[in-house]
């Protein structure tokens, strides 16, 4: 998780998540606990890269947003929503600055030639299964509801690794509530790490409450970046 938590350090989240400005833009996003009943804990891709089951550091930023209030075209056809919701967050200016750290660290090295890095790119892709971003996420499932990309490391490893996750991004229309409902689901752990001792006691989580609480107040900015994409 080293680079997430550069990111967390060098941009202030500290200062700035506890301001009255970014309370009250972040008012409507709400976080909670990923249920131990969730569908990606028994996922295909959870226990290839978790293989270990070791313990999670794991959140969910949730959003409701009045469908009156979406981009109508993205509501015409069955996978736009979550397309821009997801464009919208990678090209937004919630993830710039862990987007230049990125661009300036990994872009120059040849193997990562088929990233994408421009926020022009950003902005206009599909992303599409494989799709590589900023050499630290890559698209591993996609439907018409949901985007979930491999996070924590590059994604030119595919074996498991130490610094690991799944991140997905939803968007879901509720005609019977008049609403979309958007959602940011973050699962971190160590691929690598060791299986609990022989008094059963399980190893720590990848993510200190500290760090663990900074995160969830950057995905609650990413949560609203990404959001501006999809509204009128």
Same mark, same amino acid.
């Given at each position: 998780?080293?680079?997430?938590?550069? #990111?967390?350090?060098?941009?202030?989240? &500290?200062?700035?998540? *506890? =301001?009255?400005?970014?309370?009250?833009?972040?008012?409507? %996003? $709400?976080?909670?606990?990923?249920?131990?009943?969730?569908?990606?804990?028994?996922?295909?891709?959870?226990?290839?890269?978790?293989?270990?089951?070791?313990?999670?550091?794991?959140?969910?930023?949730?959003?409701?947003?009045?469908?009156?209030?979406?981009?109508?075209?993205?509501?015409?056809?069955?996978?736009?929503?979550?397309?821009?919701?997801?464009?919208?967050?990678?090209?937004?200016?919630?993830?710039?600055?862990?987007?230049?750290?990125?661009?300036?660290?990994?872009?120059?090295?040849?193997?990562?030639?088929?990233?994408?890095?421009? #926020?022009?790119?950003?902005?206009?892709? &599909?992303?599409?299964? *494989? =799709?590589?971003?900023?050499?630290?996420?890559?698209?591993? %499932? $996609?439907?018409?509801?949901?985007?979930?990309?491999?996070?924590?490391?590059?994604?030119?490893?595919?074996?498991?690794?130490?610094?690991?996750?799944?991140?997905?991004?939803?968007?879901?229309?509720?005609?019977?509530?008049?609403?979309?409902?958007?959602?940011?689901?973050?699962?971190?752990?160590?691929?690598?790490?060791?299986?609990?001792?022989?008094?059963?006691?399980?190893?720590?989580?990848?993510?200190?409450?500290?760090?663990?609480?900074?995160?969830?107040?950057?995905?609650?900015?990413?949560?609203?970046?990404?959001?501006?994409?999809? #509204?009128?």
């Amino acid at each position: 998780m080293g680079i997430l938590q550069k #990111t967390l350090a060098f941009t202030g989240w &500290t200062a700035f998540g *506890g =301001t009255a400005g970014y309370l009250l833009w972040t008012r409507k %996003s $709400k976080v909670y606990d990923v249920p131990p009943t969730d569908y990606l804990f028994n996922h295909t891709l959870f226990a290839r890269y978790n293989p270990n089951n070791s313990p999670v550091t794991q959140d969910i930023v949730l959003r409701k947003v009045p469908l009156e209030k979406l981009r109508p075209e993205l509501l015409e056809k069955e996978g736009k929503l979550v397309e821009s919701f997801c464009a919208g967050l990678w090209s937004g200016l919630g993830y710039a600055y862990q987007r230049s750290y990125l661009d300036k660290k990994y872009r120059s090295d040849p193997s990562t030639s088929d990233h994408l890095w421009d #926020t022009k790119d950003l902005a206009s892709s &599909t992303y599409p299964l *494989g =799709t590589k971003i900023t050499d630290h996420f890559e698209v591993v %499932s $996609k439907n018409p509801t949901s985007i979930i990309v491999r996070c924590g490391d590059s994604p030119r490893i595919q074996e498991v690794r130490a610094s690991d996750g799944l991140f997905e991004m939803t968007a879901e229309v509720k005609k019977d509530e008049g609403v979309a409902e958007f959602g940011l689901k973050s699962i971190f752990y160590n691929g690598l790490g060791p299986q609990p001792d022989q008094e059963g006691k399980q190893p720590s989580e990848p993510m200190s409450p500290w760090i663990k609480w900074l995160h969830q107040q950057y995905a609650k900015v990413l949560m609203e970046t990404a959001i501006g994409n999809c #509204t009128k």
